[in-house]
């Protein structure tokens, strides 16, 4: 038995603390953990959970509709997100309540306060307690940012949508990755009159071309108000006067404590009820005393971590966000095991981080793995495989809305290199394709692979020609 306290403390109760803390404590480990907030994390208390729940909640939105269009007496009332918030709540409760369980009955030791790095091997809580370690692991996360404009403080950020009080009836978002453009189609379908901002020429950067074309197109055609190229300049409360030029200025009124005027790059002008920056994240670094100790971080605060999670102090670990890799769930859950293999089974298992799926829940959802079109046509030739079409249960009923899928082909290898689907449940249809993929699967693969008729992925197996090379 060594002399610390523990064999291994853990920084932060989220996705990646949580499952390393438990993993490791599984081999024997004599392991703690503290966290200063709700155990679960950005993505189970104000992430990709209540997100989640949000997007089902918003997705009945055209059902009245359609069934009416296909023969049912059927009448839709509004939505209250009075009914959906107290459920939302209890939910996370619940959750949080089953990851406390977790930790408990795998042994953890839990501290619910602040900690920080007093050497390589000590932990200060803020308690006043100091506890030793062999190993210790940042797994601290990130937060969302606010643009460095005046009176940003008037917008929200994505932690406080969970918990509004009410729905505001319009809603200025800015920003044009994963979470603005999710909860711009989640408000929109919630009755919301939803404006977007999005400083570039296309939203959802450094997703395939063809695919984040097709999910712009379809948020304009909901009646998403999205505006590229422009950005924000201004913003104030409604009743006092903001230093622009005369003629510029929108007038804008916040949810978030009363009317906020905003200003725009394009000189729009309009009326909202709430402001939501979705301008990114940064990490929960500061204070923690990493610089003393000479813990190595980037230029965004983010901390530095080797193939095995391990930072430039050999005892010293980090996962998940904090690390700014991939900031996704189940990626700092797979490095948590890496970490648990490594350390404490005496595998050492460097992480995985090629060929990852993920999708963003916009309406239709967005699934993706691999190369997009531009990266793949710099690497070696290619062809690419791609259909855009009516899918036959909206179709029937006269909608307009168009689903894309699209693979993309190396031709020295046939692998398959990428594939992109903009459609309904395009998150579980990615999931599956993403396992043939990973495996290596060649378009021919996927050519004697039998079609599931009739389905709108059926195309993914089906599709014969080409339609470019490069
Ligand atoms: P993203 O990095 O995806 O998007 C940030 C957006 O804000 C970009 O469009 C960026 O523009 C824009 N932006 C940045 N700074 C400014 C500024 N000063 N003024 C105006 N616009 C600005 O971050 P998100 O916050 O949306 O999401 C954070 C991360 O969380 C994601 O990258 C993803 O890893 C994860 N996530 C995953 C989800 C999923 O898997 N479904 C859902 C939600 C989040 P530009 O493109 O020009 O840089």
Redesign the pocket.
Known sequence: MSSFDFDLFVIGGGSAGVRAARMAAGTGARVALAEDDRLGGTCVIR??VP?KLMVFASGFHDLADEARAYGWDFTAGGFSWETFRPLLRLELDRLEGVYSKLLDGSGVSVFKTRATLDDAHTVRLSTGQVATAAHILIATGGR??R???PNAHLGMV?DDIFLMDALPKSILI???????C?MACILNNMGVKVTQ????AQ?L??FDDEARGLVAERMHAQGIDLRLGT??IAMDRANTDIDVPAGDMAQVTSGNGGPVRVKGTSGLEAEFDAVLF????SFNTAGLGLEALGVKTGRRGEIVVDAYSQTSVPSIFALG?VTNR????PVAIKDAMAFVDTVFLGKPTPVDHDLIA????TQPELGTIGLTEETAREQEPIEVYSTSFRPMRTAFIGKPDRVLMKLIVSKATRRVLGCHIVAPEAGEMIQLAAIAIKMGATKEDFDRTMAVHPTMSEELVTMRTPVRSA
């Open positions: 992430g990709c997100k969302p940012d643009p460095d404009l994505s800015v920003g044009g990755g994963f979470i603005a999710e901002f999005y400083r570039g939203i950067r450094g950005n924000i979705a301008t990114g994240r966000d991939v900031n996704l769930t993920s999708a963003v829940f």
